[in-house]
């Protein structure tokens, strides 16, 4: 098991190193220019000071070189600084990923802990009315844009209900401080109430019907009738023997949803100026802040291998038949 | 096994009258029920304490779907079930909730495909003993390990394959603990759902002898589902040939070979190959195709493929009657012509 860990792990190397190539290359494509963007339009500084300040930023060395310096840079820990934020890029990180990470987290749990149950009762009832509704609700979340049904929501919901709509807490309080943890946790929550309920609804509609298909692939299997024939009552063939089996499946999405944990939804988090990972580096793409970016879509590269390998690794734990090797 | 000549003192176990099940056809748009597989269509027989009867037909005639109903894995559309058990006496067609369960202790099944039908996710020990616990036959713990092993053994299997898991074994071994599996709740008559069919030919005889040792030891009947002949044969009191949800002919095994009465038993008896090459078969082929079960065809349900048939065959629908009872006692057939073709 160690070995094969460690093998996995050691695949990663080759394949994070092409990854940050391809970046790199695609930040290079990109139109426009750092300094440029960090200015603004006619911001009135002359032409010899923008070139000095891309010596300084390195900007003026040809494209293999500069890929060379950040690659030897990040290697030994030191992501560079944004230019944007004018602050080391390992500090704005790790605060933006804690905040992504508290938003996710509430809305992973919940979203499992309601269609888990919801997903096996449709399969039971397959046909149902129960079933029937909530297909139609996964056909409907699936189909609108997550920044659609945002906007739906501050119009019909945030608005009238006087919710607050952006940031995660309230700009004023947090200037002057909170009076105690409580009183802070609490403005969190109320500014969580809606990107929450997006996030919630949106992930629902994909993972019940997940739940759903998992469980009615194993209901109809002979040693569910094997189970009934011992005389069982239809809870003990549903969730000991129906849910255990459909359970391996769902932890394998559980695998892929660890990323997304992490690395959270940049439209989201734009729409409702969340300041998590994805907020930034929508705005670090508009100013062209490669260190930046290129730290950030890293880190989402690195998630989404180590999402994977940990579902591989969960598999065997769940199914006496998988043997990693 | 039963002494063939003490008839008189033969015990009825279970009696079967006119059962049927039917299962709905949805269609259109909103799902109506318009239309309905005759999947059993009135089927009547008895089965004695400690005998065994075999039940052949063809793929989809409703040998399974019988079997299922009879121990109340199906809910039957219309008939009776009586059976005299030790603790269930009567009807049990319409036995729902404790009693049901209760019937479970009884009654018990085997099921065709060893590799399916067993949980992947549970030890032998869990699949075998589950219903020992669920129905408080044993107590947790050592009782119920001990128990569990004593089973296993008596099928065949050593201890120590009690924490395996089903993917652990191959198909006889599998097959032998879906058998532990049923003995599990002491019952005292058996379905067996084609329980070797899936087997290698070699393992099939290792499992029938086992369990026809079985029949003996602790007093079982079966009810053993086939489309394989000499399997039934070799196991089998009397055998039952089913065609399109209906029994067209019982009789004893050796009657049942020697004279068959219904034309559709001949053809399936012809049909045995023969081992020896250099014989030249005449073997009449069955014309035609096997009708729908749900457009069950009128009068007798063979007379679409009866070399033998008459105007008669397709109004009026046979009985399933002794037909000569001085010269072929016990024999029932389904056929307007018995005796005379």
Same mark, same amino acid.
């Given at each position: 098991?160690?070995?094969?860990?460690?093998?996995?792990?050691?695949?990663?190397?080759?394949? /994070?190193?092409?990854?940050? /190539? #391809?970046?790199?290359?695609?930040?290079?494509?990109?139109?426009?220019? =750092? +300094?440029?963007?960090?200015?603004?339009?006619?911001?009135?500084?002359?032409?010899?000071?923008?070139?000095?300040?891309?010596?300084?930023?390195?900007?003026?060395?040809?494209?293999?070189?500069?890929?060379?310096?950040?690659?030897?840079? $990040?290697?030994?820990?030191?992501?560079?600084?944004?230019?944007?934020?004018?602050?080391?890029?390992?500090?704005?990180?790790?605060?933006?990923?804690?905040?992504?990470?508290?938003?996710?987290? %509430?809305?992973?749990?919940?979203?499992?802990? @309601?269609?888990?149950?919801?997903? @096996?009762?449709?399969?039971?009832?397959?046909?149902?009315?129960?079933?029937?509704?909530? $297909?139609?609700?996964?056909?409907? *979340?699936?189909?609108?844009?997550? %920044?659609? %049904?945002?906007?739906?929501?501050?119009?019909? #919901?945030?608005?009238?209900?006087?919710?607050?709509?952006?940031? /995660?807490?309230?700009? /004023?309080?947090?200037?002057?401080?909170?009076?105690?943890?409580?009183?802070?946790? +609490?403005?969190?929550?109320?500014?969580?109430?809606?990107?929450?309920?997006?996030?919630?609804?949106?992930?629902? =509609?994909?993972?019940?019907?997940?739940?759903?298909?998992?469980?009615?692939?194993?209901?109809?299997?002979?040693?569910?009738? $094997?189970?009934?024939?011992?005389?069982?009552?239809?809870?003990?063939?549903?969730?000991?023997?129906?849910?255990?089996?459909?359970?391996?499946?769902?932890?394998?999405?559980? *695998?892929?949803?660890?990323?997304?944990?992490?690395?959270?939804?940049?439209?989201?988090?734009?729409?409702?100026?969340?300041?998590?990972?994805?907020?930034?580096?929508?705005? =670090?793409?508009?100013?062209?802040?490669?260190?930046? +970016?290129?730290?950030?879509?890293?880190?989402?590269?690195?998630?989404?291998?180590?999402?994977?390998?940990?579902?591989?690794?969960?598999?065997?734990? #769940?199914?006496?038949? #998988?043997?990693?090797? | 096994?039963?002494?063939?000549?003490?008839?008189?003192?033969?015990?009825?176990?279970?009696?079967?009258?006119?059962?049927?099940?039917?299962?709905?056809?949805?269609?259109?748009?909103?799902?109506?029920?318009?239309?309905?597989?005759?999947?059993?269509?009135?089927?009547?027989?008895?089965?004695?304490?400690?005998?065994?009867?075999?039940?052949?037909?063809?793929?989809?005639?409703?040998?399974?779907?019988?079997?299922?109903?009879?121990?109340?894995?199906?809910?039957?559309?219309?008939?009776?079930?009586?059976?005299?058990?030790?603790?269930?006496?009567?009807?049990?067609?319409?036995?729902?909730?404790?009693?049901?369960?209760?019937?479970?202790?009884? !009654?018990?099944?085997?099921?065709?495909?060893?590799?399916?039908?067993?949980?992947?996710? !549970?030890?032998?020990?869990?699949?075998?003993?589950?219903?020992?616990?669920?129905?408080?036959?044993?107590?947790?713990?050592?009782?119920?390990?001990?128990?569990?092993?004593?089973?296993?053994?008596?099928?065949?299997?050593?201890?120590?394959?009690?924490?395996?898991?089903?993917?652990?074994?191959?198909?006889?071994?599998?097959?032998?603990?879906?058998?532990?599996?049923?003995?599990?709740?002491?019952?005292?008559?058996?379905?067996?759902?084609?329980?070797?069919?899936?087997?290698?030919?070699?393992?099939?005889?290792?499992?029938?002898?086992?369990?026809?040792?079985?029949?003996?030891?602790?007093?079982?009947?079966?009810?053993?589902?086939?489309?394989?002949?000499?399997?039934?044969?070799?196991?089998?009191?009397?055998?039952?040939?089913?065609?399109?949800?209906?029994?067209?002919?019982?009789?004893?095994?050796?009657?049942?070979?020697?004279?068959?009465?219904?034309?559709?038993?001949?053809?399936?008896?012809?049909?045995?190959?023969?081992?020896?090459?250099?014989?030249?078969?005449? !073997?009449?082929?069955?014309?035609?195709?096997?009708?729908?079960?749900?457009?069950?065809?009128?009068?007798?349900?063979?007379?679409?493929?009866?070399?033998?048939?008459?105007?008669?065959?397709?109004?009026?629908?046979?009985?399933?009657?002794?037909?000569?009872?001085?010269?072929?006692?016990?024999?029932?057939?389904?056929?307007?012509?018995?005796?005379?073709?």
């Amino acid at each position: 098991m160690l070995k094969y860990i460690g093998k996995r792990l050691l695949h990663l190397i080759p394949v /994070m190193l092409i990854i940050s /190539m #391809v970046l790199f290359g695609i930040m290079e494509l990109m139109p426009g220019d =750092a +300094v440029n963007a960090y200015l603004g339009v006619g911001s009135g500084v002359s032409v010899e000071q923008q070139a000095q300040m891309r010596e300084e930023l390195g900007l003026n060395k040809n494209v293999v070189v500069r890929y060379g310096n950040w690659l030897g840079r $990040t290697l030994k820990g030191d992501f560079g600084k944004s230019i944007l934020l004018r602050a080391p890029v390992r500090d704005v990180m790790g605060r933006s990923i804690w905040n992504t990470f508290i938003l996710n987290f %509430f809305g992973m749990v919940i979203a499992f802990a @309601i269609s888990i149950p919801v997903g @096996i009762k449709s399969a039971v009832k397959k046909y149902g009315a129960y079933d029937n509704f909530w $297909t139609v609700f996964s056909l409907v *979340g699936v189909s609108m844009p997550s %920044f659609f %049904f945002a906007l739906v929501l501050i119009f019909f #919901v945030g608005i009238p209900l006087g919710l607050p709509l952006t940031l /995660m807490r309230d700009p /004023m309080q947090a200037v002057r401080g909170y009076p105690s943890l409580w009183a802070e946790l +609490v403005d969190i929550g109320r500014h969580m109430i809606m990107p929450l309920t997006v996030l919630v609804i949106s992930s629902l =509609a994909s993972l019940t019907r997940y739940v759903r298909n998992s469980v009615l692939e194993v209901i109809n299997q002979d040693y569910i009738r $094997t189970a009934r024939s011992k005389g069982l009552s239809e809870k003990v063939v549903i969730y000991k023997h129906a849910f255990r089996n459909a359970l391996l499946p769902i932890v394998t999405l559980l *695998g892929s949803y660890i990323p997304s944990l992490f690395g959270g939804s940049l439209i989201l988090e734009t729409i409702f100026k969340w300041p998590g990972i994805g907020n930034r580096l929508h705005e =670090a793409i508009f100013k062209k802040d490669t260190s930046l +970016v290129m730290a950030i879509n890293v880190f989402y590269a690195l998630l989404m291998l180590a999402g994977n390998l940990l579902a591989d690794i969960s598999y065997a734990f #769940v199914d006496p038949r #998988v043997k990693v090797s | 096994m039963i002494n063939k000549e003490d008839k008189s003192k033969r015990e009825v176990q279970l009696e079967v009258i006119d059962i049927k099940k039917y299962f709905p056809v949805k269609s259109g748009f909103m799902g109506r029920k318009v239309e309905y597989i005759k999947a059993v269509d009135g089927v009547s027989f008895k089965l004695h304490r400690g005998e065994t009867i075999g039940l052949v037909g063809e793929s989809g005639c409703g040998k399974s779907t019988l079997g299922r109903t009879i121990v109340r894995l199906y809910d039957p559309t219309e008939g009776k079930i009586i059976y005299h058990g030790r603790e269930i006496e009567g009807d049990i067609a319409k036995l729902k909730g404790k009693q049901l369960k209760a019937l479970r202790r009884e !009654m018990q099944l085997i099921f065709q495909d060893p590799y399916s039908s067993l949980n992947p996710r !549970m030890s032998v020990s869990n699949i075998v003993g589950e219903a020992m616990l669920s129905h408080g036959i044993v107590k947790p713990g050592k009782e119920y390990k001990n128990a569990v092993m004593d089973l296993i053994e008596t099928c065949g299997l050593s201890p120590y394959h009690i924490y395996r898991y089903p993917h652990q074994f191959s198909g006889g071994q599998r097959q032998r603990i879906g058998i532990a599996r049923a003995l599990a709740l002491n019952p005292d008559f058996i379905v067996a759902d084609e329980p070797v069919s899936a087997l290698d030919v070699s393992i099939q005889s290792q499992i029938l002898n086992l369990m026809m040792d079985l029949q003996e030891k602790m007093g079982l009947s079966y009810l053993f589902i086939s489309h394989d002949l000499s399997v039934v044969k070799h196991i089998s009191d009397r055998i039952g040939v089913m065609y399109i949800g209906s029994l067209v002919e019982l009789a004893a095994k050796d009657e049942l070979y020697k004279t068959p009465a219904h034309p559709y038993t001949r053809a399936l008896l012809d049909a045995i190959p023969v081992a020896d090459p250099t014989l030249k078969r005449q !073997m009449k082929p069955i014309i035609g195709e096997l009708p729908s079960n749900i457009h069950v065809p009128s009068g007798c349900k063979f007379h679409t493929r009866c070399p033998y048939v008459k105007d008669i065959c397709k109004q009026e629908i046979p009985i399933l009657r002794e037909y000569d009872p001085e010269n072929h006692p016990e024999h029932f057939v389904a056929c307007h012509f018995a005796g005379e073709i």
